[in-house]
């Protein structure tokens, strides 16, 4: 009876630990080599090249892909991405205010605009703004509406993002700023939110990441042709040659930015994680 | 007799149900050093506090160079901007260089220019030894290198006064000297300090009057030889023999008594 004097020791019979080990691992290469094969097996190549990856229908894209969709593609982002900046600083500081109304309000519009899809968001500021306030004007046409509805959702993000980073500040710095006679409005910009910004940069460039996809919803506004942003452009395309090539160089249009912007957050989270250590 | 540089009369403060202080009357005259000691939860940080009014007192009031701090209607920037304070954690702003942590509350809070500050920023800089290091960054700097340009920081602001909160109590002990001897370059200079500190030698030799806190109360107010050397009260002797000797210590029951364990 050696086996209940040294319960830690393997057991005689069936499987050692290393065995079963070995095993696992085997079963989890085989059960990913047989989906591939599967799915290259079953896949009609020649269909799908066919549909998706046309190259002289690719070709007569260009100039106009980058020169134009992309290139608005950008324009609608950054300009949200700003709009959104702005708005959600305000929210943040409102949200931390000592002022109860300022506190309610912020946390009422956070808790709408990130509970509301951004498509509705794009509706309501295509139709209900200029019925709510007629005879105005968003100022800037489409890129106006666009900045404003991205801006809009953005906004309640990136205000819990920047709290987040204010709050993340250490309580000495407000208190050796105040005791060198700072106001707290001077505090917080020269000393506080400066520091924030460092914390919060590799979320910041997450939000932009996906408020570059969610520029595609522009869509939803009614474009004129100069418009047009990547998703547009790749459906119009799309349906005037019967062929879904134009989808498929859009989609690498989209990657051609967000994989180099992943590619900087993970770098900046993971200098953030060296600084701390 | 003139008016004392720091009056402290009839302080209270509680957070919450726990009474921090209760009633403190301290006078601090101009160019005097009085170092704080007490056991931690005495109080005596927050006291310190209360006198740049970083704590808000729950009642009493403070006088700093015959302004009354704890008047509602006071102006407390521009009290504060009288008041330097060094903090045990340093608080040097991370994201500015050395010369900018010096040269950055000069512009923006006292509206010098940049020449201006920037010369303050260096001469400063020189006062703590430091002069080298005016490009560097806080976090390239050893603890003490760090608290000594707060030093700096908060003398190139020209205060009449200067708080220290525990100021070598987060460093090595190999750096504390350096520290301790720039305070002493300033006790020397004549400035008005008021130190809250666990350094016994240095309140010996430095201070001009040692006040012991306990439990919310100055329980001794004397010269550092009298408080330090030939302590009155059974409390004061009983504190110091537990920080002098702390090997020696025998464990003690915890007493219901004991005020306020969450000093800040």
Avoid at chain 1, 107 to 116: A, C, D, N, S, W
Avoid at chain 1, 119 to 144: K, N, Q, R
Avoid at chain 1, 203 to 210: K, M, Q, W
Wanted: aromatic share 6%; glycine share 8%.
């Amino acid at each position: 009876m050696t086996d209940t004097d040294t319960p830690l020791q393997p057991k005689k019979k069936g499987l050692t630990r290393r065995q079963k080990r070995t095993l696992s691992r085997g079963v989890q290469y085989a059960v990913f080599a047989a989906a591939v094969i599967a799915f290259a097996a079953t896949a009609d190549w020649g269909r799908l090249q066919n549909q998706f990856a046309q190259a002289d229908i690719a070709k007569q894209m260009f100039p106009d892909v980058i020169t134009l969709a992309l290139k608005n593609t950008v324009l609608y982002t950054l300009s949200g991405f700003v709009v959104g900046l702005v708005l959600g600083m305000v929210i943040a500081l409102m949200r931390l205010s000592s002022v109860g109304p300022y506190r309610w309000l912020a946390g009422v519009y956070i808790e709408i605009f990130r509970g509301l899809p951004a498509l509705l968001i794009f509706i309501f500021v295509g139709v209900a703004v200029p019925l709510a306030f007629p005879g105005t004007e968003i100022p800037g046409g489409t890129y106006g509406k666009v900045a404003l509805a991205l801006g809009l959702v953005s906004a309640a993000y990136m205000a819990e993002t920047i709290r987040a980073g204010i709050q993340a500040v250490p309580k000495g710095q407000m208190e050796a700023a105040r005791s060198l006679g700072f106001s707290p409005a001077k505090a917080m910009i020269s000393i506080i939110i400066p520091q924030a910004f460092r914390i919060i940069l590799p979320p910041l460039t997450n939000e932009l990441v996906l408020l570059f996809k969610d520029s595609s919803l522009v869509l939803f506004l009614g474009v004129t042709l100069e418009e047009r942003e990547l998703s547009k452009f790749g459906r119009d395309l799309a349906s005037t040659t019967a062929n879904s090539t134009p989808i498929l160089v859009a989609g690498l249009c989209y990657l051609l930015v967000t994989i180099p912007l992943s590619f900087v957050v993970r770098r900046m989270e993971t200098k953030a994680q060296e600084a701390i250590r | 007799m003139s008016r004392p540089e720091i009056e402290v009369r009839g302080l209270h403060k509680s957070f919450g149900d726990n009474e921090v202080l209760r009633g403190i009357d301290l006078e601090i005259r101009q160019g005097e050093v009085v170092c704080v000691i007490g056991p931690s939860g005495s109080g005596k940080s927050t006291l310190l506090r209360c006198v740049n009014l970083l704590e808000e007192p729950t009642k009493g009031q403070v006088f700093v160079g015959g302004t009354e701090v704890t008047d509602p209607d006071v102006d407390i920037d521009a009290v504060r901007r009288r008041i330097g304070m060094v903090f045990q954690q340093f608080n040097l702003f991370p994201h500015l260089s050395v010369t900018e942590n010096l040269t950055l509350p000069q512009r923006r809070v006292l509206r010098r220019d940049k020449a201006t500050a920037a010369r303050t920023a260096a001469e400063n800089l020189a006062r703590v030894g430091l002069a080298e290091k005016a490009d560097a960054y806080p976090a390239s700097l050893s603890g003490g290198q760090q608290q000594r340009v707060a030093i700096a920081r908060a003398l190139a602001m020209g205060p009449e006064v200067m708080l220290f909160d525990e100021p070598t109590s987060a460093l090595d002990p190999e750096l504390v000297g350096d520290v301790l001897a720039v305070m002493r370059m300033l006790a020397r200079e004549g400035m008005t300090m008021m130190v809250v500190t666990h350094e016994m030698t240095f309140a010996r030799e430095v201070a001009d009057r040692v006040v012991f806190m306990d439990g919310g109360v100055i329980v001794e107010d004397g010269s550092p030889d009298q408080v330090i050397g030939a302590p009155r009260h059974e409390r004061t002797r009983h504190f110091l023999s537990r920080l002098l000797d702390p090997a020696m210590a025998d464990v003690e029951e915890e007493t219901s008594d004991q005020v306020g364990k969450s000093e800040a």
